[in-house]
């Protein structure tokens, strides 16, 4: 880590007892070393009063301890046994560096993110941090201080719910790993500011485009405040609509093309469901589970497990291309009007395709014609000529 600054920096740096990445040693008297335990310490100048240490409590260290910075940039902790008791990479600043584990240790509760420079020439932790969350599916999240500024959404497979252009391979290669021992690995646009548009509410910033609200309220729900609604105040977001039942009275799904799925904080992920329609049925059978979707679409929609939304749904959107399929508990009366509309819109499919295809043969006729026009012309002309020649010779 280098700095302009004059205060001192080293780019391995633990939040641990002791010296922080914010409270920097000011002159060159800091020196790193080894303890009486086998630990290594940043003293300045007391050697008997360390500002930084491993603190690590292992009887095997004090005896022969080494420290080794490998080819991956990791500086590693060795017990006399060679045994490594501490790494750097388990403690990131603001670089997720190749074979660094990102995220969450499920057994020791070692959460690995990373913070941004609070300033261009100064190293230490600003207010932007990259964190991984475990509640309901895990999720990728951008804080400002203590507030969610933006959500990746879920690993789906094949990259994060919320990050389309993020396809395998994608500038590097990702290795996602989620087991019962850990869970490891900016904004474009308006809606990609976390809770854009409020709850319940789809954020489709290609209605920007048009000058239309870019925040649209979930089939099935309608404005809370609809005052508000119309001073495009988007907070208060939407709720179901008055009078409807979406309890076992005739009530479905529609589908949400291309989305970006909700918060999975009230959510719940079941990966033994396999077949997307099996979600749907799980999903059927909850009166309070308001939509559904695949957790893996690495493999197509179909079959990589269920993940069933419960409460409001928060922080959804749309792409123009990439996401994936959502599906959205609606009332029996919604669910007809959608069934009308994907029939009017079949029925004018297949009219413009017979006037295409009548365009096409009026086109066809048209060109026969001036071409058999063109030949009788042509022949016409030959005999002519022929004829004439003819004569002339008498």
Same mark, same amino acid.
């Given at each position: ?66 420290? +080794? ?13 060679? *045994? ?54 895990? +999720? ?118 291309? *989305? ?71 009332? *029996? ?12 819109? +079949? ?48």
């Amino acid at each position: 880590m280098f700095s302009t600054t004059p205060s001192s920096y080293i780019s391995f740096q633990p939040h641990q007892k002791g010296k922080q990445r914010g409270d920097p040693i000011d002159d060159t008297s800091g020196s790193l070393s080894f303890d009486s335990t086998g630990n290594l310490v940043i003293t300045r100048p007391d050697p008997n009063n360390p500002v930084w240490s491993t603190n690590v409590s292992n009887p095997t260290l004090a005896k022969n301890s080494s420290a +080794q910075l490998l080819d991956t940039g990791n500086l590693v902790l060795l017990d006399s046994n060679r *045994a490594v008791v501490w790494q750097s990479f388990d403690h990131p600043t603001d670089t997720v560096l190749p074979y660094l584990r990102f995220g969450v240790d499920r057994k020791s509760s070692l959460n690995r993110f990373v913070t941004a420079w609070k300033s261009r020439d100064d190293p230490g932790p600003g207010e932007y941090s990259l964190k991984m969350d475990l509640k309901g599916s895990p +999720q990728l999240f951008l804080y400002k201080g203590s507030d969610v500024f933006w959500r990746a959404g879920s690993w789906i497979g094949r990259g994060w719910s919320g990050t389309p252009d993020m396809t395998p391979n994608f500038i590097f290669n990702i290795s996602y790993v989620e087991n019962q021992d850990e869970v490891t690995l900016a904004p474009k646009d308006q809606c990609d500011s976390y809770n854009y548009c409020g709850p319940n509410r789809n954020c489709d910033p290609y209605n920007a485009d048009t000058d239309q609200f870019d925040c649209r309220c979930l089939l099935g729900f309608e404005p809370k405040s609809t005052n508000d609604w119309y001073l495009r105040d988007r907070s208060d977001g939407c709720v179901r609509k008055r009078g409807r039942h979406v309890c076992r009275n005739g009530d479905g799904f529609v589908k949400v093309a291309r *989305a970006k799925v909700p918060n999975t904080w009230t959510a719940r992920v079941n990966k033994s469901i396999l077949a997307l329609k099996e979600c749907e049925l799980e999903c059927l059978r909850n009166c309070t589970c308001n939509g559904y979707a695949s957790a893996d679409i690495s493999h197509g929609d179909d079959g990589g497990g269920c993940v069933t939304w419960f409460g409001d749904l928060i922080d959804s959107r749309v792409f123009s291309s990439g996401g994936q399929d959502l599906y959205i508990r609606v009332d *029996a009366v919604e669910l007809g009007r959608q069934s009308i509309s994907a029939i009017n819109s +079949q029925y004018l499919k297949l009219q413009q395709s017979h006037r295409k295809k009548g365009v096409v043969a009026a086109i066809a006729a048209s060109v026969t014609a001036t071409l058999l026009l063109t030949f009788c012309l042509f022949y016409w002309l030959v005999v002519k000529k022929r004829t004439g020649k003819q004569v002339f010779d008498l």
